[in-house]
């Protein structure tokens, strides 16, 4: 049940922050440049924060809990990203194909949906699923601290703080819950580093 958590906890942030990384770099790209210059301004102070202190502080403000935590991730971990999908939406934008849209008279709404987010959003995957392991492990860090699931409900960040009171009594409750997190971190990178190398395979040819 833990495991099961933690990797859903996972997906869920890696989906929030690529789908807010995607609207926010699509607009600042297509947007006037006065909201380009905003936009990037709010990116690069994010990007000043260690996305872990920000998610601390988030958490602290709104609460220990389960969806607190996962909003704290996503609003930490998102800017990044942007920041590459504002650079493809920059360079999709002067395509021929988007040119000859925009000529015809179809609105900037309708080519950001139409002919962007699809060209972005795949390379865009390709990158953020390389963090994937670094969100496994700042969730199983912030609720060891207490600041995610609360009991009864399991998760392996939790659990690890539940065992520390029993280290020497039943050493295990420690010892199956930490493998577990190292052993989904470790297959998060191989997969995330697999997906990368194919991509980039796919780019050169």
Same mark, same amino acid.
């Given at each position: 049940?833990?495991?099961? *958590?933690?990797?859903?906890?996972?997906?869920?942030?890696?989906?929030? %922050?690529?789908? &807010?990384?995607?609207?926010?770099?699509v607009? !600042? @790209?297509?947007?006037?440049?006065?909201?380009?210059?905003?936009?990037?301004?709010?990116?690069?102070?994010?990007?000043?924060?260690?996305?872990?202190?920000?998610?601390?502080?988030?958490? @602290?403000?709104?609460? /220990?809990?389960?969806?607190?935590?996962?909003?704290?991730?996503?609003?930490?971990?998102? !800017?990044?990203? =942007?920041?590459?999908?504002?650079?493809?939406?920059?360079?999709?934008?002067?395509?021929?194909y988007?040119?000859? $849209?925009?000529?015809? @008279?179809?609105?900037?709404?309708?080519?950001?949906? *139409?002919?962007?987010?699809?060209?972005?959003?795949?390379?865009?995957? &390709?990158?953020?699923t390389?963090?994937?392991?670094g969100?496994?492990?700042?969730?199983?860090?912030?609720?060891?601290?207490?600041?995610?699931?609360?009991? /009864?409900? !399991?998760?392996?960040?939790?659990?690890? @703080?539940? =065992?520390?009171?029993?280290?020497?009594? $039943? /050493?295990?409750?420690?010892?199956?819950?930490?493998?577990?997190?190292?052993?989904?971190?470790?297959?998060?990178?191989?997969? $995330?580093?697999?997906?990368?190398?194919?991509? %980039?395979?796919?780019?050169?040819?």
């Amino acid at each position: 049940m833990g495991l099961r *958590r933690s990797l859903f906890s996972a997906l869920v942030v890696l989906a929030g %922050s690529m789908t &807010v990384s995607i609207l926010v770099g699509v607009i !600042a @790209g297509l947007s006037p440049r006065w909201l380009d210059s905003v936009l990037g301004r709010v990116i690069d102070v994010l990007l000043a924060i260690p996305s872990l202190v920000l998610a601390l502080a988030i958490v @602290g403000l709104l609460g /220990p809990g389960y969806l607190n935590l996962l909003l704290a991730l996503i609003v930490s971990s998102w !800017a990044a990203d =942007a920041r590459l999908a504002r650079s493809l939406t920059l360079d999709l934008a002067h395509r021929p194909y988007v040119t000859a $849209a925009r000529l015809s @008279g179809i609105g900037t709404a309708e080519i950001a949906f *139409r002919h962007i987010v699809p060209a972005v959003m795949p390379r865009l995957f &390709v990158v953020a699923t390389l963090r994937l392991g670094g969100i496994v492990v700042a969730l199983a860090g912030l609720s060891f601290l207490g600041l995610g699931v609360q009991q /009864p409900d !399991a998760e392996l960040g939790a659990m690890l @703080g539940d =065992a520390r009171k029993f280290l020497t009594a $039943a /050493p295990w409750l420690l010892i199956v819950p930490a493998t577990a997190i190292l052993a989904m971190t470790t297959a998060a990178n191989l997969i $995330a580093d697999g997906l990368h190398r194919r991509g %980039s395979v796919r780019g050169r040819a």
